[in-house]
């Protein structure tokens, strides 16, 4: 399917009109048009791409629950707080592919969206350091989930933009690409005339209150970094996620600091989810080479995990927005034997804290697919020997914007 954004320069050279469209959690009038100029009809919007603004909508939801991102490469510089440990660059991956079911039918204007899908995953994700440089987050895992999954998202609008006369002028007076080269600059002047004539504006309202939860039975391989040390497993993980709705959100303790900072960028209008909890439990198997299995032969072992999540924006300026997100892990083997436990193996726990915010706030980079980040870990992860701290700083990016700038 043709990415919506191209379609707008297509359909404007045939004289067509084409709404600018996202879903919304309460109906919004829509933009008006600029001063002077003719608006022309909106027409409706093609099933296939409303479906996939849909998916949009479900992906971006479900990382801002989760405070973290499923499709995405972090290339960062690591600063060990430890003098021993050496400081370096690395990189972390994740990536997920699926097969699932509809959501639900497509809301109409007004009603309220619920989901109930099964889907089949294959993820990957993990952490990678180059010369020796300290990972604190050596965990690498491969899994495959059965997920059964619900959600209620409040009432869903889809927000039309009207097109205007100017936009449509604007793009006619783009000369037509005929070269590669001519592409990606035909591209880039369309997407100046959107954002001069309001047609790639997003509208967000948070008003309404959501929930998301899920099942899924798993099996995979974590590891280290470079998988010399792995452990196979299989399991089952349950997680669920709260945002209240504009009226309950003072409710939200955790939030309480960071809204009064976004009232002080003039930003009332976000309400962020409480902390998402998710509980798991693992059958474990360790291999030879697993620092536990030299004190033990018992290799195989039960192991529950829990996670807290929370994330939320601090600010919101021009549109681009400035965000927080936390995560505590905590790891624990089940009656564990007494040698690993005098060893620390049978106890895992770890923190982060970030700072994200797109990359394009500063005046070297335009393009809004990369964010700059600035992290703290402390603790350590199962295949870690010692807790540590570090700090990390880099830039992210997802995959498929990785592979467009590769392949130019």
């Known amino acids: 399917m043709m990415p919506i954004r191209l379609l707008w320069p297509m359909l404007a050279a045939l004289g067509m009109a084409l709404p600018s469209t996202t879903y919304c959690q ?3 009038a829509a933009e008006k048009p600029a001063a002077g100029t003719d608006k022309l009809e909106a ?43 050496k400081p370096g660059w690395g990189f972390d991956y994740a990536w997920k592919a699926s097969k699932q079911s509809e959501p639900g039918p497509i809301p109409k204007p007004g009603e309220t969206f619920a989901i109930k899908r099964m889907s089949y995953e294959l993820a990957i994700d993990g952490s990678y350091t180059f010369d020796d440089a300290k990972n604190n ?14 959600g209620d998202f409040g009432k869903l ?52 209150r959501s929930y998301y939860y899920w099942l899924d039975f798993h ?5 280290n970094q470079d998988y010399s040390q792995t452990h196979t497993l299989f399991g089952f993980t349950t997680a669920f996620s709260y945002q209240p709705d504009k009226a309950h959100a003072g409710y ?34 360790s291999d030879e080479k697993d620092p536990r299995s030299a004190l033990t032969n018992d290799k195989t072992f039960t192991r529950v995990k829990a996670e807290v999540a929370f994330a939320t924006q601090l600010a919101n300026i021009d549109s681009k927005i400035v965000r927080l997100t936390t995560s505590y892990r905590y ?52 295949f870690g020997v010692a807790n540590d701290q570090t700090f990390e700083v880099g830039i992210s990016t997802n995959i498929q914007a990785l592979a467009d700038f590769l392949g130019k």
Not at 62 to 80: N, W
Not at 265 to 270: C, L, P, S
């Open 26 to 28: 309460e109906p919004q």
């Open 43 to 85: 027409r409706p919007l093609d099933k296939e791409i409303e479906k996939e603004l849909l998916e949009s909508f479900l992906t971006d939801k479900a990382a801002e629950f989760l405070g973290r991102k499923t499709d995405a490469i972090h290339l960062k510089y690591i600063e060990p707080n430890a003098p021993e440990d």
């Open 137 to 150: 987050q050596d965990l690498s895992t491969i899994t495959a989930d059965f997920k059964l999954s619900r």
């Open 157 to 208: 609008q889809v927000v039309p933009k009207k097109v205007s006369k100017a936009y449509i002028a604007c793009i006619k007076a783009i000369p037509e690409p005929v070269t590669e080269d001519d592409e990606a600059l035909y591209d880039k002047a369309s997407d100046l005339c959107a954002k001069l004539h309001g047609m790639d504006k997003k509208v967000q309202n948070e008003s309404q």
């Open 219 to 223: 099996g995979g391989v974590e590891a």
């Open 252 to 285: 939200n303790f955790f939030d309480l600091p960071f809204s009064w900072l976004r009232s002080a960028f003039g930003d009332g209008a976000y309400s962020a989810p409480y902390p998402s909890v998710m509980l798991g439990l693992d059958r474990v198997d």
């Open 331 to 382: 790891y624990k083997e089940l009656s564990a034997p007494q040698v690993v436990k005098a060893a620390s193996l049978d106890e895992f726990d770890f923190f982060t804290a970030s700072l994200r915010f797109p990359a394009s706030m500063l005046p070297l980079i335009e393009s809004d697919a990369y964010e700059l980040f600035v992290i703290y870990t402390d603790g350590k992860l199962p």
